[in-house]
C-alpha cells in the first residue's frame, strides 16, 4: 500500500508482472489514431505470444522491430484498442520530443525473464 508521500512498498512492486519478451511480428496499424505498430511478441512457453500496439513510429522501422528484446508488462487485463485487442504493455520512455524509445536489455538474457 502507498503512503501520502508515493512510495510504494515491494510487494505493491512485484504485483507488476515485467517480463523480457522477443519481438516476433511488427506491422502498421492503420486503424489507430495515432500512428503505431501492431506487434507479437514472444514470452517463452510459460506465458507464449502476446499481442499489443505500440504507438513507437517515430524511432523504430516495423522490419527493424523483429528480433529485438523488448520489456512488458504481462498482467494487465486485455485492452481493447480500436478494433485490436492488447494483451501486454511494453514498456518505453519519451525523449525531448516525445517520440517512444523501448526498454530492452543490454545482454541476449533468455525471454520470459522477470525484471528485478
Not at 517480463?19 to 505498430?37: D, L, N, T
Not at 517520440?99 to 525484471?115: E, F, K, T
Amino acid at each position: 500500500m502507498s503512503d501520502q508521500s508515493g512510495q510504494i512498498s515491494i510487494d505493491d512492486f512485484l504485483k507488476v508482472d515485467i517480463r523480457v519478451g522477443v519481438i516476433v511480428e511488427a506491422e502498421a496499424f492503420p486503424e489507430a489514431r495515432k500512428p503505431a505498430y501492431k506487434l507479437r511478441i514472444d514470452f517463452g512457453d510459460e506465458i507464449g505470444i502476446k499481442k499489443t500496439s505500440a504507438q513507437i513510429t517515430v524511432l523504430y522501422k516495423a522490419e527493424e522491430l523483429v528480433g529485438k528484446r523488448v520489456a512488458a508488462v504481462v498482467n494487465f487485463p486485455p485492452r481493447q484498442i480500436g478494433p485490436f485487442m492488447s494483451e501486454v504493455l511494453v514498456l518505453g520512455f519519451s525523449d525531448e520530443a516525445g517520440a517512444i524509445s523501448l526498454v530492452s536489455p543490454d545482454h541476449d538474457v533468455p525471454i520470459g525473464g522477470r525484471l528485478h
